[in-house]
């Protein structure tokens, strides 16, 4: 299992401005993953944050309003930009599942984002 | 076709009871089927993986997997209230997928 540490766990912020979210990887691993949770919904992937590679965005989202960093194998971040209330979601950093031959997602504590 | 269907509840049984929690998936290819439990405000944590057909129980839970027919669910036995929350079947083929999950509401 992997412990994910993802930071803030919410937050209230203005339309327009920006909001980056971090998350910590207690272990090593080669792909980190980005999900969203619009309310009442299920989760839908964001991107897909590779070290050392630019990060694959799936289709409607876009590097330009959701620019992702991964500067090691234990660590990246999620910038939400130029937000507007549509932003106002969960946001969960993951790590297992996707491309892993099986393994289970792992979910860090989510962070809570109210746009007003 | 949607890939991973659930159908969104509300589900409500009784204290005791058995909640029957089903997902059905598109991808024939899929080979790893998983169960997650979400409580309102957190995140999901999994109560269960299943890879093979049949069932595989595990304590109060019994995952069922039947890929011929592209359906896997999730049994919950002597239904507590604090079994409350959201339940996202998760289905790994192609991509990773999570279904839109099932409310469960037991009641007292």
């Known amino acids: 299992s992997a412990v994910i540490s993802q930071k803030p766990s919410r937050d209230i912020c203005q339309r327009g401005t920006s909001l980056t979210i971090q998350c910590q990887v207690d272990s090593q691993v080669t792909m980190m993953f980005w999900y969203r949770q619009q309310p009442g919904q299920s989760l839908t992937l964001i991107a897909t944050?590779?070290?050392?590679?630019?990060?694959?965005?799936e289709s409607g989202f876009v590097i330009d309003k959701f620019p992702i960093s991964r500067p090691n194998l234990t660590f990246s971040t999620l910038t939400v930009s130029n937000m507007s209330p549509e932003d106002s979601s969960i946001y969960l950093c993951?790590?297992?599942?996707?491309?892993?031959?099986?393994?289970?997602?792992?979910f860090g504590q989510g962070t809570r984002l109210t746009v007003v | 076709q949607k890939e991973v269907e659930q159908n969104s509840g509300p589900l409500s049984v009784p204290e005791g009871a058995i909640a029957s929690l089903n997902c059905t998936y598109s991808?024939?290819?899929?080979?790893?089927f998983f169960w997650y439990r979400q409580y309102s405000g957190k995140s999901p944590e999994l109560i269960m993986f299943?890879?093979?057909?049949g069932d595989k129980e595990d304590g109060r839970f019994t995952a069922q997997l039947n890929k011929a027919s592209q359906y896997v669910s999730l049994l919950i036995r002597d239904s507590q209230p604090s079994d409350s929350a959201t339940y996202l079947c998760?289905?790994?083929?192609?991509?990773?997928?999570f279904g839109p999950g099932t409310r469960l509401s037991v009641l007292p």
């Open positions: 998760a289905v790994n083929g192609q991509n990773f997928v």
């Open positions: 993951s790590v297992g599942g996707q491309g892993t031959g099986g393994t289970e997602a792992f």
């Open positions: 944050a590779n070290q050392g590679s630019e990060a694959t965005y």
């Open positions: 299943i890879y093979s057909n």
């Open positions: 991808d024939r290819g899929s080979q790893s």
